[in-house]
């Protein structure tokens, strides 16, 4: 596939992600029993739950859910990656020593317990997903810039910069343009799509135990909005014992999931070497 194609394709699919969340209404329809479990042919877009409401409003505002707080976790491991790259370009070994320490501490620690425990102590009416998506990528963020730094590391770190200096380039071009821009730009674009991603299904993990129990408060998100992880709990009682007419969600949301890996998988195609 070609970096253009990918291009695209990334776009489109982040398009299809982020926009149905600015559209997203406030509080779901109130359902219908003599509209539940309806197929799409029936009641399109994408059909209702068994509780009659409009599967394409949890669609909705499940982006406004994951749109901003995925972005703003990989944007903030894209900052602590090149901060990594750039540090080994440049001689300073007593922040270079406090950044890896600090890195191996953060690096140490259990993601997900650290998540839940986050999660649990925030008040009530500061529960949501951007404090976890947060969390997520400062603890993620040393792996990236470890891989980072080996990067800067095997073109040549300080050396390099030298060099470009004597062929009279100056240092905004060496290090935005050539560091960060050319042969950070694979490292930076995965880090943050596999990010990006993670937050995604965190959210949908932590939503899906939160709405298989309906005496559990929500973590990510009020409890009058609707996640993508709802409509997989809809989908999954097609499946035995239950059998109900519910499997076009469970269509939807493998759907949804596919359109999440697809658009990372495309942002990485985009942003590989030449």
């Not at 068994?50 to 749109?67: D, K």
């Not at 320490?101 to 649990?120: D, H, K, N, Q, S």
């Not at 470009?164 to 240092?171: E, L, P, T, V």
Request: aromatic share 6%; hydrophobic share 55%.
């Amino acid at each position: 596939m070609s970096r253009t194609m990918a291009c695209w394709i990334f776009l489109i699919g982040m398009g299809l992600l982020v926009i149905p969340g600015i559209f997203a209404p406030e509080h779901l329809s109130p359902g219908s029993f003599s509209k539940g479990a309806l197929g799409p042919l029936s009641a399109p877009p994408f059909g209702t739950d068994s509780l009659g409401r409009p599967l394409h409003e949890f669609v909705m505002q499940g982006s406004r859910i994951l749109a901003l707080p995925s972005l703003v976790g990989a944007g903030i491991v894209v900052m602590f990656a090149i901060l990594g790259g750039l540090l080994a370009c440049v001689k300073n070994s007593k922040i270079g020593t406090a950044v890896q320490i600090l890195g191996e501490v953060l690096g140490a620690l259990p993601r997900l317990v650290v998540v839940l425990v986050v999660a649990r102590l925030l008040p009530a009416d500061m529960r949501g997903l951007m404090p976890i998506a947060v969390t997520w990528a400062l603890l993620s963020a040393p792996g990236a810039m470890d891989e980072a730094a080996a990067v800067a590391s095997r073109l040549g770190g300080s050396r390099f910069v030298e060099a470009m200096r004597a062929h009279g380039f100056s240092k905004r071009r060496i290090f935005l343009i050539h560091i960060v821009g050319i042969n950070l730009r694979p490292v930076l674009v995965r880090q943050a799509a596999n990010v990006f991603t993670q937050i995604v299904f965190l959210e949908l993990a932590l939503s899906y135990l939160t709405a298989s129990d309906a005496s559990v408060d929500s973590l990510t998100h009020s409890d009058s909005m609707g996640s993508w992880a709802d409509i997989l709990v809809e989908g999954y009682k097609w499946v035995p014992p239950l059998s109900m007419d519910t499997g076009h969600a469970l269509v939807l949301g493998l759907a949804l999931i596919a359109l999440v890996l697809g658009t990372a998988r495309a942002a990485v195609y985009a942003g590989r070497a030449r």
